[in-house]
């Protein structure tokens, strides 16, 4: 789940993403981290740019709990880790 999390939030600054879904790796650079398998979402930023990375980061969380861990392939995961019925 790790190398493919790391795929999708790097898929997030893809150029073919509208703007207001694209996140602009110029502007603010977000990553994965891993330790001991607990995960979280980080961002690089200039002080100026904290607005952009907020919303950004925000857009990429809801991203992932909504399209990333929606695939079949994390059904187990959601039901174990987020309480999400079966069905």
Do not use: Q, T, W
């Amino acid at each position: 789940m790790d190398r493919e999390l790391r795929r999708y939030l790097a898929s997030l600054s893809a150029a073919r993403l509208p703007e207001h879904r694209r996140v602009d790796p110029r502007r603010c650079r977000l990553r994965v981290v891993n330790r001991k398998g607990s995960v979280s979402l980080s961002a690089a930023f200039r002080p100026r740019e904290a607005a952009y990375a907020a919303r950004k980061l925000i857009l990429a969380v809801d991203s992932i709990f909504h399209d990333f861990l929606f695939r079949p392939l994390y059904l187990e995961y959601r039901i174990r880790h987020l309480n999400a019925p079966e069905d």
